[in-house]
């Protein structure tokens, strides 16, 4: 009983997404662990507790996202066998899970530093106003990016205490990334929108000119990426992370037309999964090879 809830509560809040953003967030620690010269006394901890907190916030904030939209979840044909309107957990559970997971987050940012747990609170309701920003404006899916960006400025001040402006460089690439491709995802959604009086960029501009906005929105994300690995004078491998980065949109945008939405999942799940392990694994090789600090 106890392994089939945990094996749906997994599902319910895409655990195996939290690839999305977690190695962003491990970007900016290692970005920090640069700055500071060395890799600071007790640095695997505090990486530890960086995991923990993402974990504890995303799963947060996914569980309360299924907990708000479940009754419009329950009527929209591609999500109504979602755990929550289809009865596989209660909302009680979800509620509990959510207190849980808040607690989680909670902790780990007391145990990282002072300016992490004054934060934390912030960060929380950041990560749990999107779920309402679809019933009021088109811009949900950069909110629901920024709640994503934010992940590598607060590791940043995980590691280092403060917020360098530097690293929101980071926070803007994640936003762009995140919401570019919220919007292809939610093309799919373009018609029950329109019947139900939801918001969205497909709905106001159309499923065409909507896939437009976020090819603008990823060109967007490399130009940020870009000015990062100037201001941070980052190598050779980084540039050769954002062009891997650059051709895996490329392709993820060939996916998706806009008379033919039969690939959105390959593109949402698929490609923007390899888009944030690639950009980790080239950017951490970089600092680890040209640095000497760590």
């Known amino acids: 009983m106890f392994l089939k809830r945990l094996r749906l509560t997994l599902e319910m809040i895409r655990f195996e997404h939290s690839v999305f953003a977690l190695p962003f967030a491990l970007t900016g620690a290692l970005l920090a662990f640069r700055e500071s010269g060395t890799f600071v006394s007790g640095g695997f901890r505090v990486l530890c507790l960086i995991v923990l907190a993402m974990v504890g916030a995303r799963s947060a904030a996914m569980a309360f996202n299924r907990l708000v939209d479940s009754d419009i979840d329950g009527r929209n044909p591609r999500t109504k066998t ?6 596989l957990l209660s909302k009680t559970f979800g509620w509990g899970f959510t207190v ?7 902790l780990a940012a007391w145990l990282l530093n002072p300016l992490c747990f004054q934060l934390a609170p912030l960060a929380l309701a950041i990560v749990f106003s999107y779920s309402f ?13 920024f709640a994503l960006g934010i992940a590598p400025a607060a590791a940043w001040i995980a590691v280092r205490g403060s917020l360098d402006a530097r690293i929101l460089l980071l926070t803007a690439a994640v936003m762009f990334w995140t919401a570019g491709f919220d919007i292809i995802y939610s093309c799919q959604d373009y018609e029950f929108d329109l019947e139900n009086g939801l918001f969205s960029i497909p709905k106001a501009l159309g499923i065409a000119r909507a896939l437009l906005v976020a090819k603008l929105l990823h060109v967007l994300m490399i ?9 941070l004078q980052l190598g050779v491998l980084a540039v050769v992370g954002v062009v891997a980065v650059t051709a895996l949109l490329v392709y993820e945008h060939g996916l998706v037309k806009p008379t033919d939405l039969s690939k959105v999942n ?13 950009f980790f694994v080239f950017w951490a090789a970089d600092i680890f090879v040209n640095s000497q600090k760590l």
């Open 100 to 106: 849980a997971s808040s607690g989680i987050f909670l």
């Open 223 to 231: 130009v940020s990426l870009l000015v990062l690995v100037v201001q």
């Open 133 to 145: 920003t679809k019933r009021f404006t088109r811009m949900s899916h950069l909110v629901l990016g």
């Open 266 to 278: 390959a593109a949402f799940f698929t490609m923007n999964g390899w888009v944030s392990v690639l």
């Open 82 to 87: 979602r755990h929550i309107p289809a009865g």
